[in-house]
């Protein structure tokens, strides 16, 4: 176990950057230290950027529905941010349209986007 | 036998063949088939000019009953390309085959005229020039209908991208005006182009606009909502506008879901909507909008 995704914490809100390629342990992996940081440190909202993710499988489709409904749980919002049109087009195609997780198109906009939700909750 | 039959017609072709030319060219102009209005008759006389050249020399060390053999290949590529530019030009696969079988009038004529009384010989070398030219003129209506295919494939493509344009309303607002049939392969162009737009202007709202789309089975309504699902993902929310009543009435008798989308049934109610929740102002030079 010597990879791990680093997990930064901005605020309230926790920001995952997914760099490297993302097998089944490193995903695992990542939903147990997440899980674990959000109680921690008491995070509001988790932002994963997956924009230099390249290649996707539905194991990946289905583990980032995972974390968005554990964080969700643990009362934090989830959005993925910088999904590439190559990675969205294979999700769909898969039949996985990430019901249930937010989106937005970079870190900027998913940033302002946790905001204004948890200033409306 | 073919190493004996053919020599009459290597004769001739070798010894005679400004009179064949001669003979051809005069038949061809005369004949119904000729368009005068598609081609020059100096290109008609260097094209038959240089067909017969290259069959005297693919005779010399070929087999004419096989025209399909690697001495023929010169040949072939220019019965190729005289297809290829007659498909441009606009000729029917018929007048295209007859500029070749109409090698055999001379062809034959000369023949009797060498062979005179020597009827078995006659035969032989005819029958010989008929399943060569027969070959050559097959060979021609292939590479024809295969240029003609390569006309069409592009022409599809152009279609293709000429059909899905991806025009930018306002800042972060994008429209996409479908216009024709959605299948699964312009679906993979519509959504490719769509989401790399979205990428490249940063869009937060894209507007589908269905108007220019004659019917919406399962399928197409399939197809939409795959795009719809994608931008999503991309973080851009989706407008689906111009549905007609009667394609209103179709989806629903289909038991299509659409009500995960916000669908509106004009393009400027979707344009509202978009500048609405983008809260767009108008830039103070109102006629710069970017």
Do not use: Y
Not at chain 2, 97 to 121: I, M, N
Not at chain 2, 153 to 174: D, N
Not at chain 2, 238 to 253: D, E, F, L, W
Request: aromatic share 4%.
């Amino acid at each position: 176990m010597s990879e791990k995704i680093p997990i930064l914490k901005m605020g309230q809100f926790l920001l995952v950057t997914i760099q490297v390629d993302m097998h089944d342990q490193l995903a695992l992996q990542l939903q147990e230290d997440l899980t674990e940081r959000i109680v921690q440190v008491h995070a509001r909202g988790v932002l994963i950027d997956i924009s230099a993710l390249e290649i996707v499988d539905s194991f990946i489709g289905r583990m980032l529905s995972n974390i968005a409904s554990m964080a969700r749980v643990l009362d934090a919002e989830t959005v993925v941010v910088g999904m590439r049109p190559a990675v969205a087009i294979t999700l769909v195609e898969l039949g996985m349209s990430l019901e249930g997780v937010s989106t937005a198109l970079d870190v900027d906009r998913g940033m302002a986007l946790l905001r204004t939700r948890l200033a409306t909750r | 036998m073919s190493s004996l039959g053919g020599q009459a017609l290597r004769k001739i072709l070798s010894q005679s063949q400004q009179d064949i030319l001669a003979e051809w060219l005069q038949a061809q102009l005369k004949s119904a088939t000729l368009r005068s209005d598609l081609m020059k008759e100096g290109e008609l006389r260097e094209q038959s000019r240089v067909l017969l050249r290259l069959l005297e020399s693919a005779l010399a060390s070929g087999d004419p009953s096989r025209p399909q053999g690697p001495e023929w290949e010169e040949l072939r590529q220019f019965l190729a390309g005289v297809s290829r530019s007659r498909a441009q030009q606009g000729f029917s696969p018929a007048e295209t085959a007859t500029f070749v079988f109409s090698l055999k009038e001379p062809l034959f004529a000369r023949l009797r005229r060498e062979l005179g009384r020597d009827a078995q010989a006659l035969a032989d070398e005819t029958w010989l020039a008929t399943s060569m030219i027969d070959g050559l003129g097959l060979f021609t209506i292939e590479a024809f209908i295969k240029s003609r295919e390569s006309i069409i494939e592009r022409q599809q493509q152009e279609l293709l991208e000429l059909s899905t344009p991806v025009v930018q309303l306002w800042e972060s607002i994008l429209a996409l005006p479908l216009i024709g049939t959605l299948d699964s392969e312009r679906t993979q162009v519509v959504m490719q182009s769509l989401l790399e737009r979205i990428v490249q202007t940063g869009a937060a709202i894209a507007i589908i606009d269905i108007t220019g789309v004659p019917t919406v089975d399962t399928l197409v309504a399939q197809h939409l909502l795959k795009t719809v699902a994608a931008a999503r993902l991309m973080g851009a929310d989706c407008i689906i506008s111009g549905i007609r009543p009667q394609i209103a009435q179709t989806i629903v008798h289909l038991g299509v879901d659409l009500s995960e989308v916000t669908t509106k049934a004009s393009l400027a109610d979707a344009f509202a909507i978009a500048l609405r929740r983008t809260q767009a102002r108008l830039p103070s030079g109102a006629a710069s909008a970017s």
